[in-house]
């Protein structure tokens, strides 16, 4: 199945399975692929292309069953069972065989991590604040790759109140927010 198809088959699926639990906004299954799709994609510009992706909090999948359908290896870390079946269903009916799904909370899946592993990063989408990101994965020292909104520049400015770290900011192709680089010292 060529990357167009499963991404119109994702979409297809995203509307079917929001009729019946929230997997995002109703007001936004109008532009899924604009809104969604192409929101995630964006990371393929700056991910290196050999690491493996650990999406944090994935819900519906935004941004890594995206990136599995771009070829990245994703690790999906969802604790909503109806939202880990939706993505267990989008993983079969794809055949993402580079797509794990792991039902459970983020910060057990990151207990089970080894520290500082350039190989391995994290993104998220709509999950978490900056700070509360970091709370979670700052043992592993992994870089971040976030999709944050507007106000991230507050949010950096509360984590640096905690955290050691540089990172890079990069004006959205898709609306008005950031996809925001991390790496902590």
């Known amino acids: 199945m ?21 997997l995002v ?3 936004t299954l109008n532009d899924v692929q604009g809104r969604h799709i192409a929101d995630s994609a964006q990371l393929a510009d700056v991910l290196p292309h050999d690491v ?5 909090g994935s819900g519906a999948g935004f941004p890594g069953v995206v990136l599995a359908i771009l070829g ?3 690790t999906c870390v969802e604790s ?26 983020v910060e057990d899946f990151v207990r089970s991590l080894p520290a500082k592993n350039d190989k391995i990063v994290f993104t998220a989408r709509a999950f978490a604040s900056l700070t509360k990101i970091m709370d979670y ?6 870089r971040l ?35 925001i680089i991390v790496k902590f010292k």
Not at 4 to 17: Q, S
Not at 89 to 97: C, D, I, R
Request: positive net charge.
């Open 145 to 179: 790759f976030l999709l944050k909104g507007r106000e991230i520049e507050t949010e950096v400015l509360d984590a640096k109140k905690k955290y050691c770290f540089d990172y890079d900011l990069i004006p959205s192709k898709t609306g008005d927010g950031f996809i």
């Open 2 to 22: 060529k990357n167009n198809v499963k991404f119109e088959e994702y979409e297809n699926m995203l509307r079917d399975w929001s009729k019946r639990m929230n």
């Open 80 to 105: 909503i069972g109806k939202k880990v079946a939706f993505l267990s269903a989008v993983k079969e009916q794809l055949g993402l065989e580079n797509l794990t799904i792991y039902h459970g909370r």
């Open 25 to 27: 906004a109703p007001s």
């Open 52 to 56: 493996s992706v650990v999406d944090l």
């Open 72 to 74: 990245w290896r994703v």
């Open 137 to 142: 994965v700052a043992s592993t020292k992994y």
